[in-house]
């Protein structure tokens, strides 16, 4: 006989959630207090034993109702075989199963439908009508979780563990009057000084150290006060590195690197960035230290690849975001032939679309912080070859649906469209190759207003306004379609 079936659904949950969620309830708060004052390793072991406490009953309550739901879709299944026996018997040309009768029949499709409708109802798919039990003996279930919490260590083996080693050594590296100063207030107010310290965000920080400070209430001289949140700062920085990458996680994403200057660059990077990258993708964090070493960054400037990373990473997040804002903010936009992805660094056009109006309209994307665009190769240099490209796309996903079903059949305002990219493409390729060069913009958008055909430049996510007259001539318009990003003062992160 097997036991039964564990799912363990509370690994899933994130620390910071837990202690979110845990500080903004009262009766949490209240809680954790209690505990806290009668322990001795008070705040922090009332925060890890309340997160395993929620960890246990989040397992306990998933296990009760995946269990419960994996029993009713095993009683699916055998309910939709015997229907389905029954049905494949008669349109064989059989009559009914012997010993099966027409009511029968209804009544499996009553139970199918009991079983398929309590599913789809959580908590009803869990206990009915009956009150939620965890265990048999409420008494002896809270005994077996703080056995279980004890066992552990205090919690110590649980997915959050704080880093107490280095918010210790933060605290060491301290000028002593800073030490001094958070000795002062840990011993008139560790609840407060804690929370400071713990804070997850700005906002909560600051109001933290207000409170702290209140709580103080003058017992710490203007200079100890102004050394106390230089110290809180410090050490909050200090547990939120220890929290996002331990020595263990750092030292299993090192193992993975096989140049030794990248590992020697990630060991002493910083946490947010460079760290994070190699531990959650390697493959991507070793690509861009190839391409930052290519453009000629040093082997040991660990500062110049982290910049180097975020311009990257910057810059990728403006394109996927301009991409998309642009493709949902063109109403003149009814069909896309090429929608937007995550693809923002392969050349070519960024979008194309026909509007409501049968025009279509090739569209490039600029969401960088100039005001004025003067190149947009997609569209000039490249456009022969864009144009082709896209078409050849278009007609290889067409030819692909119709061996997917042979009955397949496209709209014709696409095929239209395409022809019309064809043709534009042939004459704007002729044009290049032939007459004066000082009338080509005007041949060009003469060939594209004739084939109908849009050149737009898009600025979803930053602050184009404008483009230059050389691009104006080719037939080039800017539609803005998002609001500006305003951008942070000089010298601001």
């Known amino acids: 006989m097997t036991g039964p079936r564990r799912f363990r659904a509370g690994r899933f949950l994130d620390a910071a959630a837990v202690h979110a969620a845990a500080d903004a309830n009262p009766r949490l708060r209240r809680f954790m207090r209690t505990v806290a004052e009668h322990s001795e390793a008070g705040e922090v072991r009332s925060r890890r034993l309340l997160e395993h406490l929620i960890r246990r009953i989040v397992d ?6 995946l269990g419960n739901a994996l029993n009713r879709l095993e009683r699916i299944a055998v309910l939709r075989d015997n229907i389905a026996a029954i049905l494949d018997h008669v349109l064989e040309g059989g009559t009914l199963p012997e010993g099966v009768r027409v009511a029968t029949l209804g009544e ?5 439908s009991t079983e398929m409708r309590e599913l789809s109802r959580p908590r009803d798919g869990i206990v009915g009508d009956a009150p939620l039990r965890l265990a048999d003996d409420a008494a002896a279930y809270a005994d077996s979780l703080l056995r279980e919490f004890d066992t552990a260590g205090g919690g110590e083996a649980g997915r959050h563990v704080e880093p107490d080693a280095i918010v210790g050594g933060a605290f060491r590296a ?8 958070l000795r002062r207030a840990a011993a008139l107010e560790p609840t407060a000084l804690w929370h400071a310290v713990a804070a997850e965000s700005g906002a909560g920080k600051r109001a933290a150290l207000a409170d702290l400070e209140t709580r103080l209430g003058g017992r710490l001289t203007p200079d100890e006060l102004a050394r106390l949140r230089t110290a809180v700062d410090d050490l909050g920085k200090a547990r939120s590195r220890g929290l996002q990458v331990s020595e263990a996680r750092l030292a299993e994403a090192l193992g993975r690197i096989a140049d030794p200057d990248l590992r020697a660059v990630v060991e002493g990077g910083d946490v947010w960035l460079t760290q994070q990258l190699a531990l959650h993708n390697p493959e991507a964090l070793t690509t861009l230290w190839r391409r930052f070493r290519d453009r000629g960054g040093r082997a040991d400037d660990g500062p110049g690849f982290r910049a180097y990373l975020r311009h990257d990473m910057v810059t990728y997040g403006r394109g996927v975001l301009g991409e998309y804002s642009a493709a949902f903010s063109l109403s003149s936009i009814e069909l896309f032939l090429k929608g937007p992805d995550a693809n923002v ?8 679309g026909i509007g409501h109006d049968g025009w279509v309209w090739l569209i490039d994307d600029k969401s960088h912080r100039a005001t004025s665009v003067a190149g947009v190769s997609a569209l000039t240099d490249n456009l022969v070859a864009n144009l082709r490209r896209d078409a050849a796309d278009f007609r290889d996903a067409i030819a692909r649906l119709h061996r997917d079903d042979p009955g397949f059949t496209p709209d014709p305002r696409i095929l239209d469209a395409i022809s019309r990219m064809e043709d534009a493409a042939a004459e704007i390729d002729r044009i290049n190759r032939r007459g004066s060069a000082s009338t080509r913009p005007a041949r060009i958008s003469a060939a594209l207003e004739e084939r109908r055909l849009r050149l737009r430049v898009t600025s979803a996510a930053g602050e184009v306004r404008e483009i230059t007259q050389a691009l104006r001539d080719l037939g080039l318009a800017v539609e803005p379609t998002g609001t500006p990003v305003p951008l942070p003062p000089t010298g601001g992160r």
């Open 174 to 181: 301290m000028p002593t009057d800073s030490q001094e100063a």
């Open 108 to 112: 499996y499709f009553d139970q199918l």
């Open 60 to 65: 306990d309550v998933g296990d009760l109702h």
């Open 345 to 352: 660094k392969v050349a070519g056009t960024d979008l194309v």
